[in-house]
């Protein structure tokens, strides 16, 4: 069975700087991956041209072994879905109505939503925690609120694939935790595959399968939390000295010498 | 097992009762203002009946069928599409100053119908509307052309909008100037009238702006989703730039439709969505229904005071685009007052597609305008076309030349500095670069004034005049800052205030200009800059005042860069945010009131000149304000010195071909700014 996205020798140039050259990489249906990395080392470009928000300057990203450039735009929003790092301001739009555009690339322009699409929006909501607030408008909640009204939109989507950009960054602790347990079960429950840019090490150790960490714009590190938590591997990744400890199975500190 | 902030438990928010009852009631107005003067020949039933018959032998029925019943019915049509248009055209951009007047589509098409009623009258009377549609489409073609790259970046499409409707104004006045004898009749149509004799236009315009409704309401969907930014609404598979355009070409039918019928009826499509916005129509069906219903309401409001102010001005046409535009003004600045966030609008780039070249030293940059500036200035005083041919003027002889090229050419190149250093100001204190003295209707007041002096036949000469001017401008940078100071003079909310003041201005001159006759082509001359009324006294007052401004703005150097960076970063470095922005737009207003009465209000020198020196490598605050001052002074003189010689023996307003010159070049570079 071939990949979801199978990506090769994938080239992004932005004017004369090169943000990525020479990645290769393959994400298996179903898994959940995050993308490590110090700020600028191109992993959101990575997760952009994945999503199709920017094109390739040079290689070829293949959607289950197929180019994913010849899909039509709704169709590839049926299957891929992508939540910008920095989601614009709603202008009043109630949590249920955000919810309910996810369905557009299934019902198009004109389509009528039926029971079924109801029911879809009514269970996004549901999964997210969001249903006493269906009627809110989205601007009044809460950053971790409002997070989770973005994801519920991508659930209603019913893609197959979730891309997130640093979902995590403006929350706090609790939120952040929350956020990512809530991906994760999600992966689980509706096998999902996610592919998930992070800041923090620990958090993406603890509840992602793989972690793929970018350098310049190349793959430095690619493997299981067990083979990547490792003082070397993740000082080579950040440029500073770094030690980790396994506090539990499937638990690790990172810290900062 | 998820953290609620808030434990209220919440209801949809539903359309709130005033929306409703506040529309039913304008309607209510309307209808009863616009039968009223029937009601005393007629029962109210029988005027009602005139929509579809009428009795013979009882001649205000025969009059009320032909006459009040369709043009109440193409008011409200006219009125219901612009609305819609005006609704459709916000969501696109993301933007609550975008509506097609502002996209330059009600521009074009007066351009339009101006070339052809001037060049090929036939092709008017084989199709009226023909000239205004390929008009319409060429602004907005130029528009998109421009903004293709840019994948129709909101602010960008604006200011493409913008100065395209300037420049094709521009180039109306120009052609309306030279041949003057056609200046009545265009500017009754231009202003918008709505003067019906029988009810063949109502049933044209009719199936057009039905069927380009529909159209219009099939994009519904995939409108809604502009909303949530490009990025997202594109990963929810809508074709982004796709939808922008195919919208932006049905509002630009639905304008230019209308547009080739009765005129320009401008700001209903701007007025109608703000209106209903404001009374709280929330989700994209919602403002368009309203919107849509609220624009022919105000159109059959406005067109009606129109009709009482005909009847009370002795047979002097008012058009109804004259009302629109009163209506329209208190409008915008009630929308001022309740519109939140417009700040950062849904969709929209926070960031402007900045113009962000190579730095480059300013002395060079600085030292070649200013060789191109002394070239100029030599150029201009010593070589003239004589009566037979062009001569050299020796430079023993420039102390005679003086008085006639001296004066002038100093003014003009004052004033484009005034403009340059004046824009820099605006465009750094709002962050905006759409922020010009002409655009926040500082340039405006000081016109208004010149409008109303001219209306009442004061003579009171050129100096009288330049105190009024100075009045206006201040007393419309005051209205300004009274309005603004609740959002502490925040970018959008100024243009939204600025643009209500234009909109007044812009009321009162079409009032003058449908008159037509000499008032009309004076007050043209001056609106366009007519540097030839200037004395050599008053040239060397404007010297002083912009030498000391000049030093005067030294001091705002750091402030400026710190107000860019937003209220509370500000504050918190330790600035008197408000204070500051005070003392700026007071600075602004002195330099805009001296240069506007010398070069008239429209030249956009105080746009350009900012945007030059960015282009030329000059990012910082003090660097761009000199560049931009240099480049203001050289814009004008070149200016001032064509318009003496193209037309010789007669003369060009300089500010006219400032428009021109400075037009092709934004567009010009706004196109290459894309294509990087």
């Not at chain 2, 209903?268 to 609220?294: I, K």
């Not at chain 2, 009321?507 to 800059?529: E, F, P």
């Not at chain 2, 504050?571 to 070069?599: C, D, E, F, K, Y």
Request: proline share 5%; hydrophobic share 55%; with cysteine.
């Amino acid at each position: 069975m071939p990949a979801f996205f199978e990506v090769d020798q994938l080239a992004v140039r932005l004017g004369d700087t090169a943000i990525l050259h020479n990645v290769s990489l393959a994400f298996q249906e179903g898994e959940v991956t995050a993308l490590l990395g110090h700020n600028g080392s191109g992993k959101s470009t990575l997760l952009k041209t994945l999503a199709r928000q920017i094109s390739p300057s040079h290689g070829e990203v293949l959607l289950h072994g197929q180019s994913f450039r010849a899909t039509g735009a709704r169709a590839f929003a049926r299957t891929v879905g992508y939540l910008p790092q920095h989601p614009p301001a709603t202008d009043g739009l109630t949590v249920r109505e955000l919810v309910a555009l996810g369905r557009y690339p299934w019902r198009g322009p004109l389509g009528r939503y039926t029971a079924g699409d109801q029911t879809l929006i009514d269970q996004a909501i549901h999964d997210t925690g969001l249903a006493r607030f269906a009627g809110r408008a989205v601007d009044t909640l809460s950053g971790g609120e409002r997070q989770r009204a973005w994801i519920a939109m991508l659930l209603a989507q019913q893609t197959r694939c979730l891309l997130l950009d640093e979902p995590i960054s403006a929350l706090d602790v609790k939120h952040q935790v929350e956020t990512l347990r809530l991906v994760h079960r999600l992966a689980e429950e509706r096998e999902l595959t996610v592919i998930v840019v992070l800041h923090d090490v620990d958090l993406a150790a603890r509840f992602c399968d793989r972690l793929v960490a970018l350098k310049a714009g190349q793959v430095v590190a690619d493997g299981t939390p067990n083979e990547i938590m490792d003082s070397g591997i993740l000082e080579s990744i950040y440029g500073v000295a770094m030690g980790v400890m396994e506090r539990a199975p499937g638990q690790w500190v990172s810290y900062v010498h | 097992m998820f953290a609620d902030s808030a434990r209220v438990p919440a209801t949809a928010p539903s359309l709130p009762r005033r929306l409703p009852v506040a529309i039913a009631l304008l309607w209510l107005v309307a209808l009863a203002a616009s039968s009223l003067p029937w009601l005393g020949q007629m029962t109210p039933g029988e005027l009602f009946a005139a929509f579809w018959s009428y009795t013979e032998d009882h001649y205000p029925s025969v009059l009320a069928h032909y006459s009040w019943a369709p043009r109440v019915s193409i008011a409200v049509l006219i009125g219901c599409g612009l609305g819609l248009a005006g609704a459709v055209t916000q969501q696109i951009l993301g933007n609550p100053l975008a509506s097609p007047t502002t996209l330059g589509v009600e521009a074009g098409g007066q351009f339009g119908v101006t070339i052809a009623t001037l060049f090929v009258p036939g092709l008017l009377a084989f199709s009226p509307d023909l000239a205004a549609v390929a008009g319409g489409l060429l602004a907005i073609g130029l528009v998109i052309a421009l903004t293709w790259r840019l994948g129709f970046s909101p602010v960008t499409v604006i200011l493409a909008g913008l100065v395209i409707t300037f420049f094709l104004g521009a180039m109306n006045m120009a052609f309306l100037l030279l041949k003057g004898e056609w200046l009545g009749n265009l500017f009754i149509w231009g202003a918008g009238s709505l003067v019906q004799n029988n009810w063949e236009p109502f049933l044209e315009l009719l199936p057009r702006v039905l069927i380009l409704a529909v159209a219009m309401l099939m994009l519904m969907r995939p409108l809604a989703l502009l909303q949530l930014g490009q990025a997202s609404a594109s990963a929810l598979g809508a074709k982004v730039a796709l939808v922008r355009g195919g919208a932006l070409i049905l509002v630009v039918l639905m304008s230019s439709v209308v547009v080739s019928r009765v005129g320009v009826v401008a700001f209903v499509g701007l007025a109608a969505p703000v209106l209903a916005r404001l009374l709280g129509a929330r989700t994209l069906g919602e403002r368009l229904l309203w919107s849509t219903v609220t624009g022919g309401g105000l159109l059959l409001l406005a067109d009606t005071l129109a009709h009482w102010a005909t009847t009370l001005g002795n047979g002097s046409i008012v058009p109804t685009g004259t009302t629109t535009a009163l209506i329209g003004g208190p409008i915008i600045l009630m929308a001022l007052q309740g519109i939140r966030n417009t700040h950062h609008m849904p969709g929209a780039d926070s960031s402007p597609a900045g113009f962000m070249p190579t730095r480059k030293p300013t002395l060079l940059i600085a030292g070649i305008l200013m060789a191109l500036l002394v070239l100029t200035i030599a150029v201009s005083m010593a070589w003239s076309p004589g009566l037979s041919s062009w001569n050299w003027t020796p430079v023993s002889n420039w102390s005679d030349a003086w008085v006639w090229r001296g004066p002038r050419l100093m003014a003009a190149i004052l004033a484009g500095m005034a403009l340059g250093m004046a824009g820099t100001l605006i465009q750094r204190m709002t962050g905006n670069p759409m922020g010009s003295p002409e655009l926040l209707g500082i340039s405006g007041g000081a016109a208004l004034v010149m409008v109303v002096l001219v209306l009442t036949g004061l003579d009171i000469g050129r100096g009288g005049q330049l105190v009024g001017a100075t009045a206006g401008a201040a007393a419309a940078l005051g209205l300004l800052i009274l309005l603004a100071r609740r959002h502490r003079f925040a970018g959008n909310q100024l243009l939204l205030g600025g643009l209500a003041l234009y909109v007044f201005m812009d009321a009162g001159l079409r009032l003058v200009m449908a008159s037509g006759g000499t008032v009309a082509s004076r007050l043209l001359n001056w609106m366009y800059g007519s540097t030839w009324l200037v004395s050599e006294p008053e040239a060397i007052g404007l010297l002083a005042l912009v030498l000391g401004l000049g030093a005067l703005l030294s001091l705002v150097i750091r402030p400026l860069t710190l107000l860019p960076l937003g209220d509370s970063a500000a504050s918190s470095l330790g600035l008197p945010v408000a204070r500051a922005r005070l003392l700026l737009l007071l600075m602004t207003s002195v330099l805009t009131a001296a240069a506007t009465v010398v070069i008239g209000p429209l030249s956009f020198v105080g746009l350009i000149a900012p945007h030059l020196a960015r282009v030329l490598g000059q990012q910082t605050v003090g660097r761009q304000l000199v560049v931009a001052a240099l480049a203001g002074g050289l814009l004008l003189a070149i200016a001032d010195y064509l318009a003496r010689v193209v037309v010789f023996p007669n003369q060009l307003p300089s500010g006219l071909l400032a428009a021109l010159v400075g037009g092709l070049y934004f567009l010009w570079g706004l196109s290459r700014h894309g294509r990087h």
